[in-house]
């Protein structure tokens, strides 16, 4: 009995020291004595008022302090310019997630547009190395769809962030870094329930009329979802902190 106890305090130990995962009847819990710190950078599509952010976080186990620095209007040239990411690398984050490209587009103005192939790929890289560099681990995430569908009536959205989303894949594929490709799935996901169905997930503006970039309530969750499964593919790792039901409903 002793022995017993002996070997079963050691496993214990060994797996609090190195940050194992100790698997009960329900989800595996992470043992560590730390929480696992996740940032967001981005835009409205991204922040908890109008984005996935919020939907995003109640995926999230305790073992996660989840903060959300995404801030509408901002591009990847603005969010640097104003002093946001300097501020977001300040919090030491485990993990930075990483979506930029709305605002990014022509027509936005010279504070915040870029070139999918020249300014946008070099803030993008930036945002990478400076994350590397404190020993974070960056995840790029393409753009969330806007979600207008085409007037042809066959049931096909018409993207206008093509060349950001392919500027992000090529960059993420060359410095290895983490893709979610929210944007695929985003399309994919709207065209499968159709126009009628994706306008359930749509905000009303001011003017009365339904906000096809931003989300309410019933979108945060679906697209915060979304997030959470791509993650945990592409960052096996974090797993053990990722929740397969949200921890309140909308």
Not at 55 to 83: H, P
Not at 215 to 230: D, S, T
Request: with cysteine; net charge positive; aromatic share 8%.
């Amino acid at each position: 009995m002793k022995l017993k106890l002996c070997c079963w305090v050691g496993v214990v130990s060994w797996l609090w020291l190195s940050g194992g995962v100790i698997v009960t009847a329900g989800e595996a819990t992470p043992a560590t004595t730390h929480k696992i710190k996740i940032v967001l950078i981005g835009d409205s599509t991204v922040n908890d008022g109008g984005g996935w952010g919020a939907g995003f976080k109640q995926y999230l186990t305790g073992n996660v302090e989840c903060t959300n620095l995404a801030a509408n209007g901002r591009s990847s040239k603005s969010f640097l310019d104003e002093g946001r990411w300097a501020k977001a690398l300040a919090l030491k984050g485990d993990y930075y997630l990483i979506q930029f490209g709305h605002n990014d587009e022509p027509g936005k103005g010279p504070a915040r547009e870029t070139d999918p192939a020249t300014t946008y790929t070099q803030n993008l890289t930036r945002y990478v190395d400076e994350a590397r560099a404190i020993g974070a681990k960056p995840v790029l995430v393409t753009s969330l769809t806007r979600r207008n569908f085409d007037k042809s009536g066959d049931g096909k959205l018409s993207p206008s962030l093509v060349p950001y989303v392919a500027a992000m894949i090529k960059l993420a594929a060359e410095k290895n870094v983490p893709l979610v490709d929210l944007h695929a799935r985003s399309v994919e996901y709207c065209e499968k329930i159709g126009p009628a169905e994706t306008a359930k997930l749509n905000p009303t503006g001011k003017d009365g009329r339904l906000d096809t970039t931003h989300l309410n309530a019933a979108g945060r969750m679906v697209f915060g979802k979304i997030v959470v499964e791509e993650l945990r593919r592409v960052v096996p790792e974090l797993a053990p902190y990722l929740r397969t039901e949200p921890a309140a409903k909308p």
